[in-house]
T-cell receptor, first 108, second 112 residues
């Protein structure tokens, strides 16, 4: 599986947009990009998946450039409850490996 | 409720003992994945089963074993427990055709 690199932490304020960029230089043709959110002592929660270009759902947007070597998760208008660890994962059919994730702290 | 059920939620046991963690995937999901999360190691992939068959192994110790039964529930057996095995153990399931994995709420294992 492709190794992913993302910032260890990010700070933001309520109402701002948060963008977390993940690099995955060795992504394979059949790999998908997914993002998860995890609160302390809870299981990770699936946010969004994409293969290329842009994907948007009710929670977030995912931007993937044509070379697919990176991706950016965009969280619009964050609130205090969005404080969590966010993981970028490159997945295929058989297993997924989590990196260290990005701790996003939203302040009032 | 994610639809993935894990029992028990908490488990406290002594070193050298053996425990069994249970996971029921979401209805209709054939895959089960097990993960270990400790404070200093993050989320570590242990093993993946699909429709009763083992499909992939990660960093699973020889003291640990797992299986998936015909009704698709899975059990993770941890034996000869050590203090370092204290962690949160999560299972996840996935619907065929989707790359969104659904995680259970985990079992917190404390080895004393």
């Amino acid at each position: 599986l492709a190794k992913t690199t993302q910032p260890i932490s990010m700070d933001s304020y309520e109402g701002q947009e948060v963008n977390i960029t993940c690099s995955h230089n060795n992504i394979a043709t059949n790999d998908y990009i997914t993002w998860y959110q995890q609160f302390p002592s809870q299981g990770p929660r699936f946010i969004i998946q994409g293969y290329k270009t842009k994907v948007t759902n009710e929670v977030a947007s995912l931007f993937i450039p044509a070379d697919r070597k990176s991706s950016t998760l965009s969280l619009p208008r964050v609130s205090l409850s969005d404080t969590a660890v966010y993981y970028c994962l490159v997945v295929n059919d058989y297993k997924l490996s989590f990196g260290a994730g990005t701790t996003v702290t939203v302040r009032a | 409720d994610s639809g993935v059920t894990q029992t028990p939620k908490h488990l406290i046991t002594a070193t050298g003992q053996r425990v069994t963690l249970r996971c029921s995937p979401r209805s209709g999901d054939l895959s089960v994945y097990w993960y270990q999360q400790s404070l200093d190691q993050g989320l570590q992939f242990l093993i993946h089963y699909y429709n009763g068959e083992e499909r992939a192994k990660g960093n699973i110790l020889e003291r640990f074993s797992a299986q998936q039964f015909p009704d698709l529930h899975s059990e993770l057996n941890l034996s000869s427990l050590e203090l370092g095995d204290s962690a949160l153990y999560f299972c996840a399931s996935r619907r065929q055709g989707s790359y969104g994995y659904t995680f259970g709420s985990g079992t917190r294992l404390t080895v004393v």
